[in-house]
C-alpha cells in the first residue's frame, strides 16, 4: 500500500510538473515577440541590422520614442483622442444594448423571439466586407463621413455580445426578478439593480473584446476617415510606417506605443475575465 501511494504521488508530481511546463512554454512563446519588439526599439540602427542580430542593446536608449513624441508632423495627442474616445463609447454603448437586449431575449416570452434571436445568430456569421457598402451609404446618408461618429454608430449593437449576455443571463435564477416585482421594481429598476450588478465577468470580458477590435480597427476607420487630425492610431501608424520604411527603430517604438493602452485595460480587468473564465468551466 506504501509503495503504492509513494507511485500514485510520483506520477501525480510528474503530471503537475509536465502541466506547469507546458503553461511556461506557451507563455514564453507568447510573450517573446512583443519582449523582442521591446528591446529591439531601444537599439540603434547599425544593431538592429547587425549579422547575426543581439537580443539586447548595448547602448539602450529611447531616441525612437524622443523623435515620435516631439515630431510636431504627428498630431499623436489629437489621433489618440480620437482612439480613446471612439473604443470608450463603443465599449460603454455596446455593453449596455448587449445586456438589455440580452436580458429581454433570456428572460422574457413573447412572439418572434425565437426568429429574432436566429437573425441575431446569422449576423454573427455574416463577414464585416458584406456589411460594409451598406453601411457606408448609410453613414454618407447621415453626413458623417471624416466624423468620429461614422467608427460607433454602426456599431452601437453587437451580435455577438448580445448572444454573450443572454447565455450567462440565463443562467440567472428567474426568482429574484419575481422576488423584485412584488417588492415594486420596474423592469428596467429589474435589469440595473439585479442584472447588472451580477454581471461583471462578462461584461468585462465583452468590454475588453469591444475595445481591442475597435482599437485595432484599420479597413473601415480608412474608408470614412480623411482628414489627418480625424484619423485613429492604426492609421497614424501606417501612415508613420511608409514615411519611415528605412528606419526600424521608429517603427518599433511607434508599435510598442500603439500596443500600451491594450496591454492596460487587460490588466486592470484581468480578474474579472479569469472570474469569468472560472464560472464557465464551473458551469
Sequence with gaps: MLNKKRKDSFFWVLGKSGTYAVLILGLVATLLPFFYIAVSSLKTEAELRQTPPDFFSKEPSLKHYIAILTDERIPLERNLFNSVFVSLSRVAITLFTSSFVGFILAKYHFRGKNLAF????????????????????LVVKLGLIDSLWALIIPSMV?????????????????????????DGASEFGIYSKIILPQMGPPLASLGVFTFMATWNDYLWPLIVLTSPENRTIPLLLVWFQTRHVSNQGLILAASILTLLPIFFVYIFVQRWIVDQATQSAFK
Design 118 to 137: 436566429g437573425l441575431i445568430l446569422i449576423q454573427i456569421m455574416i463577414p464585416f466586407q458584406v456589411v460594409m457598402i451598406p453601411n457606408y451609404l
Design 158 to 182: 453587437d451580435a455577438f455580445g448580445i448572444f454573450m449576455m443572454k447565455q450567462f443571463i440565463e443562467s440567472m435564477p428567474t426568482e429574484l426578478m419575481d422576488a423584485a416585482r412584488m
